[in-house]
């Protein structure tokens, strides 16, 4: 097979993939609507076609707009505040017998309590707002990023550390030089689940800590029996993950660990 | 360009196994905290120029040793010299050649290669290490990821990266082990060419007879449990060598010589 035939064959393949999502989706459109037909009531499950109206409603009169970027701020504010913390301390462990002792017990015990846990101590101690919502996303971003992160650095090579000592590398070039870029793919993964992570806790401290974002927006919808504004919500939130976590994981391939992925 | 200091200056082909002493093992001892040391009291001395093989079966310490060529183990008893110096950690004087998965995954190949110099801030890094992958005829791949070169490929890239520095020693961990046996006996040669050209003094290690008599001019056979130098054989062949030696009667005497050696070794460590 020649090169362009190569190139047609994956066109073809990427043409086909693409073709059967949207198909996937077109289903699952048409199921919605026949099944919102059939109930024929609007607050139990409006059609996709109401949906796309209210959107409408919701980026004219700005509402939309404002809700996503408070969502946005908050997931990104944990999000970095998560990763700035759990990258260090996760690299910190992986090299440290004794602090390794002295913190895995309690992270070990940390670990399984679940977001939604912490909002009412998150409320009690920063009130309503901003800040409890920074919180939970960044205790929800924080666990998969640590533990991705620890087992990049605990999978350094012996030859990657002897081959760079015995070329001259000090203490500090092996630890920029050879231990963080073999964590980096560890970590870039970490960062990605952790993202996802952030997005779906968003949403939980919204809906009961926040008076504004998606989340808060979902709540009193339901409230008002306005199920497609809910579904607005819930269909952007969805959007939005995707759109990010993707970004996220093309932003690993070409940037962070293009190693990783040799085109 | 010269690449490294101290190599014979009349460019002979012999080896010069006279020469001052590069590297020393006085009264060497391991423990791994087993009954019987992993080495066991050995003394050796390996002159400048000097092309040695360190043969033996598995777990006779020979790996052992060449982590304290290198400096990567102290011994717990006995003294490590470079160049008459105590030898005291690992040093860009002593290059290094693994078996496998040594490359760093994360530079290309002519990064990996100029990793060394910029560690020691020499002048012009990348173009020293241009110079190093041309030796090993890899210019072509310079900006390949080393994840997409073959064994082979990467096993030169290797040698280039552990020589970019100058080293005086070039201290090799089977090199060869992992490659299919074309590659490896291509890479023998070429591994003898780069020899000759930059005279470095090399220890190689391996379980291999017949890759210690081709290449080296001094072999050390190993015995196991303990550790310790069973004998050393000076290979007289002339070089430049060519594989066609192997056919030789004399190589084959050497070969069984060795073989009877470390079969006996291999049965030790057997049981």
Redesign the interface.
Known sequence: MNRRDHRLDRIRQAALTIGLGAAGLAIFLAIWTLASLKLDNDVLLPPPADVLTTYGELIADGSLAGDVKASIVRVFAGFFAAASLAVPLALVLAYSRILRALVMPLIALIRPIPPIAWIPLAILWMGLGDPPSYFITAIAAFFPIFINAFAGGTSL?E??V?????????PL?LLT??ML??A?PSIATGLRIGLGQAWMAVVTAELVAAQSGLGYMIQISRLSLETSRVLVGMTVIGLLGALMIGSLGVLERRVI????Y?R | MRLVAGASADGSATDNILAKPRLRLEHVTINYGRSRPAVDDVSLSIGAGEFVALLGPSGCGKSTLLNVF???RSPDRGRVLLDEQPHL????R???V?Q???L????SVIENVA??PR??GLDRPLERAHALLDLVGLKDVAHA????LSGGMQQRVGIA??L??RPPVLLMDEPFGALDAQTRSLMQEELLAIWDKLKPTVVFVTHDIEEALFLAGRVIVMESLPGRVAREISIPFPRPRAHAIMDQPAFIEHRREIADVIRIEARKAFR
């Open positions: 090579v030859e990657h002897n081959a760079a000592r015995s070329l001259g590398a000090s070039a030089t050879v870029p073999s980096l660990v293009p190693w990783h040799p | 290198a400096g990567f950690g690992p040093s860009a002593c290059g290094i693994f496998k998965h040594a760093f995954p994360w530079m990793f060394g560690r020691l990821w080393p994840s997409s990266r552990a970019a520095t």
